[in-house]
């Protein structure tokens, strides 16, 4: 198991910038893959960008805005948000992927964090 805490969260007006972090233990995260996932009011959780050996994935809506990274040695995932609208309010979560590959699968991450939410109004 690993246990992950995601930070970074707040309110930002329109246009603004985030980065959020999920600072992982337990085990060495390196060795998985990881995703970021948000979940809108009245919407289901939707993969946002996802990082794993030697590949990354980005929802289209967050394609150039949310870029996904990781430092290995301090165990931590970031998603840092760009060019923030409203419509990416949120709650996001990090997860950890069943293995090294990432996957846009939600059933392929079988450990979560407690979510950090976003909120972008003016």
């Known amino acids: 198991q690993v246990q992950l805490v995601e930070s970074g969260g707040g309110l930002v007006q329109p246009g603004g910038s985030l980065r959020l972090s999920c600072a992982a233990s337990?085990?060495?995260?390196?060795?998985?893959?990881a995703g970021w996932f948000r979940q809108a009011p009245g919407k289901e959780r939707e993969l946002v960008a996802a990082i794993g050996w030697r590949t990354i994935y980005y929802a289209d809506s967050v394609k150039g805005r949310f870029p996904i990274s990781r430092d290995n040695a301090k165990n931590t995932v970031y998603l840092r948000l760009n060019s923030l609208k409203p419509e990416d309010t949120a709650v996001y979560y990090c997860?950890?992927?069943?293995?090294?590959?990432?996957?846009?699968?939600?059933?392929?991450?079988?450990?979560w964090g407690q979510g950090t939410q976003v909120t972008v109004s003016s």
């Open positions: 337990g085990r060495t995260f390196s060795n998985y893959a």
């Open positions: 997860a950890a992927a069943k293995g090294p590959v990432a996957t846009r699968k939600e059933n392929e991450y079988n450990n």
